[in-house]
């Protein structure tokens, strides 16, 4: 009896200038196989399928359970994580289906499966995501939160800036430089913070302005592919709503 495999096209990049192609992969069965552990075993054993020697593939990958967020791809097309994305349940048991990988398509490519996604903390600084704190001293006890703030700030924490939410908005792209669902949603999460919304003009001001809330187009892809869950949808509500009782507030007070 012939050894099962799983059939594995990867889309590899030597680098950021280097042409794409489509290299393929066989690797032997192992129930509750993830994808990060597939690309583990053609790392132990760089062979093509067609024999030939080839180097293992370059791809970001850290905790291994879903809270870093840097393993990221596009599995059969899909921007998903590949340390959560189990094998049986994509193939559904037909082994005879390939598995594709590739890289995030909206993020310049470092090399084969490594995307750099430094645009997603350019955007986190420039709507100060965070809570500031000034010099190193001990400030004493922060304002106290409420439990039913808590627990709708909660949600948005969880946020792994995996840039998924990214990859499947048809809004984020170069024309329209928008900032995308996740700096909103960490925007709107500093803002109801009792110590984070000290810089809650500043944020709503940026997401005013070029590639801000205006571009988002509602197509709510985001909620879908979001690892996490997460209520983007109502966080970018919430912060349009915002955003305009701000600029109207600025407009009578220039």
């Known amino acids: 009896m012939s050894e099962r495999t799983i059939k594995v096209e990867i889309k590899r990049q030597a680098s950021p ?3 794409a192609s489509i290299e393929k992969f066989e690797v032997p069965y ?3 196989m993830n994808i990060t552990s597939l690309l583990g075993e053609i790392a132990l054993n760089p062979v093509n399928a067609f024999g030939s020697p080839t180097t293992p593939i370059s791809y970001d990958s850290n905790c ?3 809270i870093c967020g840097s393993c990221a791809m596009l599995i059969n097309g899909k921007a998903r994580m590949a340390c959560s994305a189990l094998v049986d349940r994509i193939l559904e048991g037909d082994l005879s289906k390939p598995i594709t990988l590739a890289p995030l398509s909206k993020f310049p490519v470092v090399r084969d499966l490594q995307v750099d996604r430094s645009v997603l903390f350019e955007n986190l600084k420039a709507v100060q995501a965070w809570v ?3 010099g190193t001293y001990d400030l004493g006890s922060g304002p106290r939160q409420f439990p039913q703030l808590q627990e709708e700030r909660y949600p948005l924490s969880n946020c792994i800036s995996c840039c998924c ?6 809004q984020f792209n170069e024309s329209t430089n928008f900032v995308g669902a996740a700096t909103i949603a960490q925007a709107y999460l500093f803002n109801e913070d009792p110590s984070g919304k000290v810089l809650k003009e500043e944020r709503l001001r940026a997401l005013a302005g070029d590639g801000g809330v205006q571009e988002c187009g509602f197509a709510q892809n985001c909620i879908q592919a979001c690892p996490k869950q997460l209520p983007l949808t109502k966080a970018i509500s919430d912060v349009s709503r915002d955003v305009v009782i701000q600029q109207v507030k600025d407009f009578f007070t220039k």
């Open 64 to 66: 291994l359970e879903e």
């Open 17 to 19: 200038d280097s042409p």
């Open 165 to 170: 939410c990214m990859e499947v908005c048809p």
């Open 132 to 134: 500031p704190i000034d």
């Open 30 to 32: 192992r129930a509750n």
